[in-house]
């Protein structure tokens, strides 16, 4: 335990409060609703890239919020649980494989980000986003490189954007099955890419990336499955 201000604080809630001095700044500033934005997917090779935008008071006691990298699949679920539980403003945005070829992965992340934030049940009066800002959002805001691991509000978003792409992951393994998507959720993975040179790409695959393993062998331009002469999934 640590003594802070004449009161005893746990190692965790000292943490907790050491990765919210940013929202703290920002409320000591004027600004309330302060929400942190975050996406996953950006590197894998098939499905959608998911965002999350996440509104935590300054009084949050859920133990666990982090940088969804540093915490087990098991742990990612049981803070969002929990977050479901005490019923932390959050919302989900994504977008589609066709909009990640059609504009570029930054272009759609952001598409999705700023589609999370829309659906949020509140509207925020500030954005802390994980990564570089960019012109065109209508609401004052900050990018934070590496956010996720800086802010708690950054990090509850990488939870639930991470649990929410995860779980998209798992439905689309049962519709094209053979490729992993359950396993490695469309990352470049040995199984996945041994399974792409086996069954060619499916129609959740990103056509505008490619694939070169010097660890495999394997290089691949991941074709459009009419493109390839075969059928989807």
Excluded at 16 to 23: K, L, W
Excluded at 67 to 83: F, I, N, T
Aim: some cysteine; proline content about 5%; glycine content about 10%.
């Amino acid at each position: 335990m640590q003594r802070r201000s004449g009161a005893c604080v746990s190692a965790e809630e000292d943490r907790r409060q050491r990765m919210y001095i940013v929202e703290t700044e920002l409320r000591k500033a004027g600004y309330k609703v302060i929400a942190g934005v975050d996406e996953a997917g950006r590197g894998p090779l098939a499905g959608p890239v998911v965002a999350a935008a996440v509104i935590l008071p300054p009084d949050v006691g859920i133990e666990g919020i982090d940088d969804s990298k540093k915490l087990s699949p098991a742990r990612r679920k049981q803070v969002y649980a929990r977050m479901r539980r005490e019923r932390i403003p959050f919302a989900v945005g994504a977008a589609t494989v066709e909009e990640i070829d059609r504009f570029n992965i930054l272009v759609a992340s952001r598409m999705a980000m700023m589609r999370a934030v829309a659906k949020l049940p509140v509207r925020p009066d500030f954005l802390l986003i994980d990564g570089y800002a960019w012109q065109g959002i209508d609401l004052p805001h900050r990018g934070l490189i590496g956010g996720d691991a800086r802010s708690l509000s950054i990090a509850a978003a990488s939870i639930v954007a991470k649990v929410t792409r995860d779980r998209l992951m798992g439905l689309l393994d049962r519709k094209y099955p053979g490729y992993g998507f359950a396993r490695h959720k469309g990352y470049c993975t040995r199984e996945h890419l041994e399974a792409l040179a086996r069954l060619g790409a499916s129609a959740v695959h990103r056509r505008s990336f490619r694939v070169k393993s010097s660890a495999t062998g394997i290089q691949l331009a991941l074709a459009f499955p009419e493109e390839a002469g075969g059928e989807d999934g």
